[in-house]
């Protein structure tokens, strides 16, 4: 069955979502945003409770609306509270079912623009803080006056745009990511939605714009969303050709860079083939960069807790003494360390007892750990108070230490649990908690997360090997057990 020609109730609602003839009146956006935010508040309450047991309360969702003011609020509220260890999976899930509300919220809102007589440039307001709640209220009581002119004719072989099309395409998106970051960087000092969530937008609203400008064609086609695609990937080379950028950094970015280009992409083809206003783009859309970051609210006043454990066949007393002081870690094996991401190498101690001073060596440099609790075969807690880089970028360029590096992911406090089984076997537990400062946060936060368990894990698992090796050795005969590491 084709739900562009179904006239069930379902087959409307994806036609007015999805084909771009349908007008978005006032009352049209009002319901269907109301809608929207509904469908994604119940499908957060239902991942939250699923992995926590915890209610996402109305109140809940209203107290973190107003403390964002973004779009990842108003389609894609997340978690807020501090000290609480969640399974991996939910960062991701929560962020997948938040994506195509994000979508839905920026092209109903450019269409009810255009239904309103407006520029579809209008539609970049969502992804702005505060500015969004004041576009929206005024779109919601702006008349409709029909949409605008796109030049009334159908597209012909000759109005495609052409292969130089897209190369000036390409050069207007790179040029765009390259000012962002080489300029915006260093003036803003953030690392913010400004630049993970509005340039990529700002990328490809300009390169579709100036592919598609004067075209007549109906809507986004494949050929715009394809240049779209290799302009962010274009500008992902340019930046790290022009030593701005690492390769790892930018490979995290790609899975949000690219589907926000393309949101980016739709609007940027609308407004090429309206006759409305024709403003220069770039100039227009470049405004909202400072902007953004001028007003955006700060990340990094959550606490995350990442925890792993491990069952370790000795006694708690036996594991103690590894957990405070650990032999050198061999070199790992894994593709992500060789990649570049910081490993754990080896573990000393300076003194005894609280107020002792804990190393832990990574191959970036050592993590300066007071202890804090020093309860032996029980619990060993410490603050951090210096750490190192989180990774070496792969970069054509020797030593490149982009400014993410430091002090936007730091590691606060960290603390091992010695839980005895009963049956002279220990489960360890190990807690990192840590503040982000990156946006959106909840999609760093996913990264972060999976790369602290690794490390754990490292760590866990060679403290097993120790501690059943040095047992095997004290007792012939008895074989060291598989290491069997989980999450909680």
């Not at 309450?45 to 779009?71: E, F, K, M, N, Q």
């Not at 040029?175 to 080489?182: D, N, R, S, Y």
């Not at 962010?232 to 589907?259: D, H, K, Q, R, Y």
């Not at 770039?282 to 400072?290: C, H, I, K, S, Y």
Request: glycine fraction near 8%; aromatic fraction near 10%.
């Amino acid at each position: 069955m084709n739900v562009f020609t179904d006239n069930t109730a379902f087959g409307r609602l994806i036609r007015v979502w999805t084909d771009f003839s349908v007008p978005i009146t006032r009352r049209r956006y009002l319901t269907h945003s109301l809608g929207l935010a509904a469908a994604k508040y119940l499908g957060d309450l239902i991942l939250i409770y699923a992995a926590t047991g915890r209610s996402w309360t109305p109140v809940d969702a209203v107290l973190r609306l107003t403390r964002l003011a973004s779009p990842w609020s108003v389609y894609g509220p997340t978690i807020w509270w501090n000290g609480e260890p969640r399974p991996l999976w939910l960062v991701p899930a929560l962020l997948l079912w938040m994506l195509p509300f994000v979508a839905l919220g920026l092209t109903l809102t450019m269409r009810r623009a255009l239904d309103a007589n407006r520029s579809p440039w209008t539609g970049l307001a969502v992804l702005i803080p505060y500015l969004n709640y004041a576009v929206a209220a005024a779109l919601l009581v702006a008349p409709s006056e029909g949409a605008v002119d796109t030049g009334g004719k159908p597209a012909t072989p000759d109005d495609l745009p052409d292969v130089s099309a897209q190369w000036r395409a390409r050069t207007a998106g790179v040029v765009t990511a390259l000012l962002a970051v080489a300029v915006g960087i260093p003036l803003l000092g953030s690392y913010g939605a400004w630049l993970f969530v509005v340039t990529p937008f700002v990328l490809g609203a300009v390169t579709a714009f100036v592919y598609n400008a004067g075209r007549p064609t109906a809507a986004p086609g494949t050929k715009t969303m394809i240049t779209v695609t290799t302009t962010v990937v274009a500008a992902g080379c340019a930046l790290t050709l022009f030593g701005l950028e690492g390769i790892i950094c930018l490979a995290m970015s790609l899975p949000i860079a690219i589907p926000i280009a393309l949101l980016g992409g739709v609007v940027g083809t609308v407004a090429g083939q309206s006759r409305r206003a024709q403003m220069p783009p770039a100039m227009f859309m470049l405004l909202a960069l400072p902007l953004t970051a001028a007003i955006e609210p700060a990340t990094g006043q959550a606490l995350h807790e990442v925890r792993s454990s491990i069952v370790i066949n000795a006694m708690p007393h036996v594991v103690w003494p590894h957990v405070v002081s650990s032999g050198d870690i061999p070199d790992p094996q894994d593709w992500l360390f060789r990649a570049g991401i910081a490993y754990p190498i080896r573990s000393r101690i300076v003194g005894e007892g609280v107020g002792a001073i804990r190393y832990c060596d990574f191959s970036t440099g050592p993590f300066v750990e007071p202890i804090t609790a020093w309860e032996p075969g029980r619990r060993l807690a410490f603050d951090v108070v210096e750490s190192p880089a989180t990774m070496r970028e792969l970069s054509p360029y020797q030593d490149l230490s982009p400014k993410h590096l430091h002090g936007y992911m730091r590691s606060k406090r960290g603390e091992f649990r010695f839980i005895d089984l009963g049956d002279g076997r220990t489960r360890l537990e190990g807690s990192s908690w840590y503040e982000l400062e990156m946006a959106p946060e909840i999609y760093w936060q996913m990264f972060s997360d999976a790369l602290i368990h690794r490390i754990h894990l490292r760590v866990l698992d060679h403290i097993k090997q120790e501690v059943e090796s040095s047992s095997a050795a004290s007792m012939p005969g008895l074989k060291p057990q598989p290491t069997s590491s989980q999450s909680e």
